[in-house]
Structures are given as C-alpha cells and as structure tokens.
C-alpha cells in the first residue's frame, strides 16, 4: 500500500516540497494565503483543532509520515505537529531555517516580546516594522515625535503617524534601499525568519549604519529528523522511497 505524507506548509521552501509530492499526499495550508490549484499532490485548507485534532486527522487519513515545514515563528502548529506525531505514533520531520548570523558591523539587538520591543524603540524617531500584522494592534500607542512604518502582507489603512505597506517577498535590494531613504529609516525591527526573500533589508540597515531589533525565534519542538533545507529533505523522502 502507498505510504502517506503530510506536510504542513505555509512558506515557500514547503511549497517546493509540496510540488514534488504525488497524489497520496497530503499538503495543508493555514488559510492566510494564497492556496495553490496547480500541485499533483492533494491539497487542505484550515486548523484541525489542536494537536489531538491533529492526531485524529494523522489516524483516520492513515498517514505516515508527518512533515513540519511552517514558519520559524509559527510554533503553535509546530508543538502541536510533534505533539500529534508522538500521539499517533508516526515520525515527525521537520524543516528548520538556519537563523541570519549577524556580520561584523552589524548592530543587532535582541527583543523577546512587545513590551521589550518597545521599550528598546523608545530611542529612535521612525521605525520600520516588518513583523507582519501584530503592531496593527498598537497604532494608538506610538508615542509623540515617532512616526512607523509598517509592512504586512496586506495593505490596511494605518494613521496620521503611521504608514502600513502591504508587500509580499521576495524584496529586491534597490527596492529596499529606495523604502529605507524614502521614509528615513532609523531602526528596522524584524523577524529572525533566516529567509533569502526577505534579507536585502539587513543589508541596507548595515549600509545605513542603522541598528536591528530581531524579535527572538520562540522555541521549538524537537522532532525524529530535521533539515535546513528543501533539497536535504526531499533527498530523505526520496531514500525512503516516497517521492
Ligand atoms: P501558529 O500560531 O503556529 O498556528 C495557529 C494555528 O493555525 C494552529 O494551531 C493551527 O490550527 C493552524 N495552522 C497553522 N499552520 C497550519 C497548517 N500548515 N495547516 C493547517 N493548520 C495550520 O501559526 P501562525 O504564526 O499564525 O502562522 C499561520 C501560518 O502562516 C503557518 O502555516 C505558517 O507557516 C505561515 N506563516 C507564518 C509566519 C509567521 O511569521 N508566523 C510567516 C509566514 C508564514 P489548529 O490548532 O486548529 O490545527
């Protein structure tokens, strides 16, 4: 009998996964974006409710194999992926990004949440937020004499002292320098996401001299195998024989 997949997506390192994947396999998506209608392999949309959902799902669909190739900060999904995987007794795998290094020169700093990132903000006169959505929640907080700006994958409308972008990766490098001189950036706060399409922003903060505030990658699950890439996990899939 076919052996079955299920990789859990929602970047596009897991995208590329899924495009080699075959019809017995399942490729799952959140919901966020966009859904692609072009893959061989089949494809679900939506949470399953927890990791016992999770579990459940694994049972009834005699899955075998549960691969986890969501986002660095997606650590929901990814404690429940291993937590399901152990409940249903299958091996979990997972596709973990090496995180960006910082290089000489470099003036990085640590934040671990909100209140944090806000405090270490404090200084500086107009930030560049690239964390997706949550500062949406706190446009009426940002203090006198500061003025953001905020990119998320949608356009919304922001305010009189805030400036929302909606783009979706990959950023060239021009495209950035020209954000950061149009807005006269000060301070970039960001993601350690450790993704290709989104990076050119560290190097016009290094060119800039301009410090980076990284909100911390939150803990994650440890799990049977992991792979720093797509092609070191679809070469395991392909030794044991389900590509
Ligand atoms: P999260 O907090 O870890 O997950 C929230 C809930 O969303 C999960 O408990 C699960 O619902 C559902 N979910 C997440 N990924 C799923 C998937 N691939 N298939 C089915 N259900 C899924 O995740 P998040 O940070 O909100 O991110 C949501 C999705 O966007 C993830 O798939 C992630 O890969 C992608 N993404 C996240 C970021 C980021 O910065 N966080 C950036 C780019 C892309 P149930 O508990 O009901 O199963």
Request: aromatic content about 6%.
């Amino acid at each position: 009998m076919n052996r079955r997949v299920l990789l859990l997506g929602g970047v596009a390192e897991a995208l590329r996964i899924a495009r080699q994947l075959g019809p017995q396999h399942v490729y799952s998506l959140a919901g966020i974006g966009r859904v692609p209608d072009d893959l061989a392999c089949q494809v679900r949309v939506g949470g399953f409710g927890g990791a016992e959902g999770l579990a459940e799902y694994l049972h009834s669909e005699g899955i075998d194999l549960l691969i986890d190739a969501t986002h660095p900060y997606a650590a929901q999904i990814s404690a429940n992926a291993a937590r399901a995987a152990t409940l249903a007794g299958i091996p979990c795998w997972a596709l973990r990004r090496p995180a960006w290094e910082a290089q000489p020169g470099d003036d990085w700093h640590d934040v671990h949440d909100w209140a944090g990132l806000i405090e270490a903000v404090r200084p500086f006169r107009r930030p560049l937020f690239t964390l997706g959505r949550e500062p949406l929640q706190h446009l009426d907080e940002i203090p006198p004499g500061q003025f953001w700006t905020l990119r998320a994958l949608d356009a919304c409308p922001g305010n009189e002292r805030c400036e929302v972008i909606g783009a979706r990766g990959p950023f060239l490098l021009e495209d950035e320098r020209a954000l950061f001189e149009r807005r006269q950036i000060d301070v970039l706060i960001s993601k350690n996401s450790g993704s290709g399409a989104t990076e050119p922003k560290l190097q016009v903060a290094r060119e800039r001299g301009i410090p980076v505030l990284i909100l911390a990658r939150p803990p994650l699950p440890d799990v049977d195998r992991q792979f720093p890439d797509p092609a070191s996990l679809l070469a395991a899939l392909s030794a044991e024989h389900l590509l």
